[in-house]
């Protein structure tokens, strides 16, 4: 994962991985976002420990930790609060990064 700075908030498009580093359901949501980069062998979601960012917590009102926030075509289109599985992230990866899923040449 590559970390979350302040510049990343102009971009249009991004999945954000909000966590807080004392949380075990934050390490057990990391484990399942890891699992989708080493599959796919690429940095997908960018970090961010809400402890650092409290503006940012503010601003795009993060209910909780974890959360997955995606940001597309510079609009926030969901929070994930409850991460189930795998599968139920690559729902979300679907929707929102149909690129991972086109065939190499």
């Excluded at 890891?34 to 601003?59: C, G, R």
């Excluded at 993060?62 to 940001?71: G, T």
Aim: charged share 30%; hydrophobic share 35%; glycine share 0%.
């Amino acid at each position: 994962m590559k970390e979350f700075v302040k510049e990343i908030e102009e971009e249009n498009d991004y999945l954000l991985y909000i966590y807080t580093p004392f949380c075990g359901t934050c390490q057990l949501a990391r484990t399942m976002l890891d699992k989708i980069e080493t599959v796919h062998e690429a940095d997908i979601f960018y970090e961010m420990n809400a402890s650092l960012f409290p503006e940012y917590m503010q601003e795009n009102k993060v209910e909780s930790v974890p959360c997955l926030l995606i940001k597309k075509n510079n609009q926030i289109q969901e929070k994930v609060y409850t991460f189930h599985s795998i599968p139920n992230i690559y729902s979300y990866l679907l929707e929102y990064k149909p690129e991972l899923f086109k065939e190499k040449k």
